[in-house]
């Protein structure tokens, strides 16, 4: 199945300021979406992102499917932003079926 | 509002015992998915189903089983059989977004999770 590598795994911020994660991806992909696991476990969808560029507020995400990598930015964050967030492809060739990476650790500190 | 709804939030059972974790959306969705979760880690799929009354295994479906008769509810039992059952549970449900005329994509939504522990 589709590999997914996401970096860095931690991270701690200050709040205020901005960060980029990263996640890899080895196959083609049709469907990639980025979710935010908060510290209770609940996973909220952010973006359904398989190419291009979106915005929602103070997050923004690009997916550059040629060369198989997707970036999260985070502006300006603040204490909320905490959690785990994960990248999940989808492959051409994987049935619609999401590979889940292990995620990017985020704690932002006042 | 709309949303999806697992229960129990927290359960302990003792070795040997199967248990039940239920799942209710009214998001009117087709598609419904069960995931594991263990500490430090991704979400591994264990079972999904795209329709009623069908169901396909995912890529860790020993030890468990699921029915899909109602639209709404996609319960998920885990059997004695399964080796190490304690992990966070969730259920998941998809709209279909349409990529092109032959294609689309399933886009997720997620229950708020049920962790199962076993004594």
């Known amino acids: 199945g589709i590999q997914v590598e996401q970096s860095p795994p931690d991270l701690i911020l200050q709040e205020g300021a901005n960060s980029t994660l990263r996640c890899n991806f080895s196959d083609s992909v049709n469907n990639l979406q980025w979710f935010h696991q908060n510290p209770w476990g609940q996973l909220i969808n952010l973006f359904y992102i398989p190419s291009g560029t979106k915005q929602n507020g103070r997050l923004s995400a690009t997916t550059v499917a040629t060369e198989r990598y997707s970036l999260l930015y985070i502006s300006s964050s603040q204490t909320t932003d905490s959690g785990v967030y994960f990248c999940a492809p989808g492959a051409l060739s994987g049935n619609n079926r999401l590979a889940f990476g292990k995620g990017n650790q985020v704690v932002v500190i006042p | ?119």
Not at chain 2, 23 to 48: F, S, T, V
């Open chain 2, 1 to 119: 509002d709309g949303g999806i709804t697992q229960s129990p939030k927290y359960l302990f059972r003792k070795e040997g015992q199967n248990v039940t974790l239920s799942c209710e959306q009214n998001l009117n969705h087709d598609a419904m998915y069960w995931y594991r979760q263990d500490p430090g880690q991704g979400l591994r799929l264990i079972y999904y189903s795209q329709i009623v009354n069908d169901f396909q295994k995912g890529d860790i479906a020993e030890g468990y089983s699921v029915s899909r008769e109602k639209k709404e509810s996609f319960p998920l039992t885990v059997t004695s059989a399964q080796k190490n059952p304690t992990a966070f549970y969730l259920c998941a449900s998809s709209i279909r977004v349409r990529i092109n005329a032959q294609s689309g994509a399933n886009v997720l939504t997620f229950g708020a999770g049920s962790r199962l522990t076993v004594l």
